[in-house]
């Protein structure tokens, strides 16, 4: 909606700006390391650079980031650990942002906090091993939406109950369930989704499961959800938010209600 009468000169202003953003952050962080330096302490200094999510500069012919494409799912995760570790190196092992807690606490030999729910990579970071997870794990419900992938496979669910929150509606009302699968060995940009073919059925299932398991596991009302429904209707019930939503604030009306 915000974006559907764009002009060409439009869409390029706004990749400049994204691009102009990023060269501002860039500076500023070189600011920050240069001081660590000149006091003296870089050698033993973490220091962590992350951010929001990404953002769609058009491509899918978007602007926006709560979607479960690669460019606005996938998250930046810089470590530099002073003179104790091997510098330069990268990864593509499967991560989460619940598992920075634990590595920084591995990384400083304090004590794990038992409530954390993800993991340390330090493993990975020490060359101990090349794998951390095989399944990663997104949610973003206030758009009924969630996401689990490994390194070849996709699979994206939404309940689709309304439009795009937060002004970002399509213009074409609520999809209702979508099932998304793809392969992102062949299909890296996610272009043609594979859900809907018998012979990755199974993939589908076992994806869908592992979703499934991730909220049962995680989520704060997971022993609520009903044990009769089947498992796309566990994804559903998962998939909706238990509050009224942020567009109270843009409606005279709230959007959800939920009553336990």
């Given at each position: 909606k915000k974006y559907q009468n764009l002009t060409d000169s439009e869409k390029r202003g706004?990749?400049?700006s994204y691009y102009t953003s990023t060269e501002y952050m860039d500076k500023n962080l070189g600011i920050v390391l240069n001081a660590l330096d000149e006091q003296g302490l870089s050698d033993n200094t973490l220091v962590i650079y992350i951010s929001d999510n990404g953002y769609?500069?058009?491509?899918?012919?978007?602007?926006?980031?709560?979607?479960?494409?690669?460019?606005s799912i996938r998250q930046p995760m810089i470590f530099k650990l002073g003179n104790s570790y091997r510098a330069g190196a990268s990864s593509d092992a499967l991560v989460e942002y619940i598992d920075i807690v634990?590595?920084?606490?591995?990384?400083?030999?304090?004590?794990?906090?038992?409530?954390?729910q993800g993991t340390s990579f330090l493993p990975v970071i020490t060359d101990q091993s090349r794998q951390h997870k095989t399944v990663a794990f997104s949610e973003y419900l206030h758009d009924n939406l969630a996401m689990v992938c490994t390194n070849k496979w996709k699979y994206v669910f939404t309940s689709g109950s309304r439009d795009l929150a937060i002004d970002y509606q399509t213009g074409y009302g609520p999809s209702g369930i979508v099932h998304r699968l793809y392969d992102l060995e062949n299909d890296p940009g996610e272009h043609s989704s594979l859900a809907h073919l018998p012979e990755h059925a199974e993939t589908l299932k076992l994806l869908q499961q592992q979703m499934l398991g991730r909220?049962?596991?995680?989520?704060p009302e997971s022993a609520l959800c009903p044990e009769g429904l089947t498992l796309e209707g566990k994804l559903v019930w998962f998939c909706e938010p238990r509050d009224i939503g942020s567009d109270q604030l843009l409606e005279d009306y709230p959007v959800r209600v939920f009553k336990k």
């Open positions: 706004i990749i400049a769609l500069l058009y491509e899918h012919k978007r602007f926006e980031k709560h979607t479960m494409w690669e460019e634990p590595t920084v606490l591995d990384l400083i030999k304090v004590p794990p906090v038992e409530d954390v909220f049962l596991e995680t989520h």
